[in-house]
């Protein structure tokens, strides 16, 4: 599918890339209008009423969505008709189930972005408020922990960042990605229940030992408070391949069953199941033991497991679950010790 810069009409991150424009606001009211007539034709003329455009600005946000992979039939004289559901993660497909939570009434779409933690981390330091999403359909510039790339092939994977504002101290923020983990290993099993993600400490997420979620925590914050935390989730939904350094590696969804993923319905789910995960870590350091136990539960590497440190890899030994911080414990020759960082590998 041709990316298509056109369509952004907001140059708000000039400063990052170009191309960086948040998705024009009226391709999604088009897609609206139509899901909300599935079965008839409309005219060109009402489509432009209702959107508040003219007929030939409709027939260009039709053209620009065919391009999109958006299966809309018709033309100008007849009149157009959805004939698929598309699975563009545009805001008017995921506000109407993200109601009730933190993250449905601040939802920005790019086509194509560098990286959506980036722009989600200027817009926080710039005031976005708390629960704002940012969602990509590719990414050119995706990131991962340390020094490490996000493959973000267009329009099958989920790349989203969440804003958030907790009243904790930066010391909590570990329990807060361990908590994303169960989040998105939850949402997977809600679609389909024969999925059973296995966490690995702190933010991985895999299926038969390889990986098919990423989580990405970044903050700002003072010595003793959080000022915004950006929360960056890429899940391997619908790719078919990876690039040949990452095929021994990573998996996706589609290649565990066999289907192709709605990203907007697991992307909702996820989205859900991390207001709900938010909400209980809120409550207070009570919350913190359920999480660690829960995750701990969900990882098959968190106990028993022989593993090293990739960037250190003298330190090697068997995890031993994980400490009242969320920090990984491994037994060592010379006694336990946590792990506060780095990449753990399995001997
Ligand atoms: C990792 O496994 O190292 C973390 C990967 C995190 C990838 C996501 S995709 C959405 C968000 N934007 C980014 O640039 N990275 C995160």
């Known amino acids: 599918m041709p990316h298509n810069f056109a369509i952004g009409n907001q140059d708000r991150h000039r400063g990052i890339k170009l191309s960086a424009r948040e998705t024009d606001a009226r391709l999604g009211r088009v897609i609206r209008v139509l899901m909300g007539y599935p079965t008839v034709v409309i005219s060109g003329t009402k489509l432009a009423q209702e959107i508040g455009v003219t007929r030939s600005e409709v027939w260009r946000l039709v053209q620009s969505l065919r391009t999109l992979g958006v299966k809309i039939?018709?033309?100008?004289?007849?009149?157009?008709?959805?004939?698929?559901?598309?699975?563009?993660?545009?805001?008017?497909?995921?506000?109407?189930?993200?109601r009730g939570t933190i993250f449905g009434s601040n939802i920005h779409h790019y086509y194509r972005a560098g990286s959506t933690n980036t722009i989600a981390l200027e817009d926080a330091a710039g005031g976005a408020p708390e629960g704002s999403i940012y969602l990509a359909e590719q990414q050119t510039s995706g990131r991962g922990?340390?020094?490490?790339?996000?493959?973000?092939?267009e329009s099958?994977?989920?790349?989203?960042?969440?804003?958030?504002?907790?009243?904790?101290p930066p010391s909590d923020v570990l329990v807060l990605?361990?908590?994303?983990?169960?989040?998105?290993?939850?949402?997977?099993?809600?679609?389909?229940?024969?999925?059973?993600?296995?966490?690995?400490?702190?933010?991985?997420?895999?299926?038969?030992?390889?990986?098919v979620c990423g989580i990405l925590t970044e903050m700002s914050s003072?010595?003793?408070?959080?000022?915004?935390?950006?929360v960056g989730i890429g899940i391997n939904a619908n790719h078919t391949e990876f690039p040949a350094e990452l095929e021994p590696i990573a998996t996706s969804l589609r290649l565990t069953t066999g289907t192709e993923w709605?990203?907007?319905?697991?992307?909702?789910?996820?989205?859900?199941?991390?207001?709900r995960e938010y909400k209980k870590l809120l409550t207070g350091p009570e919350s913190h033991p359920d999480i660690l136990r829960r995750f701990e539960q969900h990882?098959?590497?968190?106990r028993g497991r022989e593993i090293f440190i990739e960037e250190n890899p003298?330190?090697?030994?068997?995890?031993?679950?994980?400490?009242?911080?969320?920090?990984?414990?491994?037994?060592?020759?010379?006694?336990?010790?946590?792990?506060?960082?780095?990449t753990v590998r399995f001997k």
């Open 156 to 168: 099958t994977g989920i790349y989203c960042s969440v804003v958030l504002r907790p009243n904790l």
């Open 262 to 275: 709605s990203r907007v319905e697991l992307c909702a789910a996820l989205l859900k199941s991390l207001d």
């Open 145 to 153: 922990r340390g020094s490490n790339t996000w493959h973000s092939a």
């Open 299 to 302: 990882s098959s590497s968190a």
């Open 222 to 230: 003072e010595a003793t408070r959080v000022r915004h935390i950006v």
């Open 73 to 98: 039939e018709g033309h100008p004289s007849s009149g157009y008709q959805l004939t698929a559901v598309p699975d563009l993660l545009l805001p008017e497909m995921l506000e109407p189930v993200l």
């Open 314 to 342: 003298e330190l090697r030994g068997t995890t031993e679950g994980l400490d009242d911080r969320g920090f990984l414990r491994i037994r060592t020759r010379e006694g336990l010790k946590p792990i506060y960082s780095g």
């Open 177 to 211: 990605t361990l908590a994303t983990g169960l989040a998105v290993q939850a949402a997977i099993q809600e679609i389909d229940s024969r999925v059973l993600a296995d966490l690995k400490w702190p933010n991985d997420v895999l299926i038969s030992g390889k990986k």
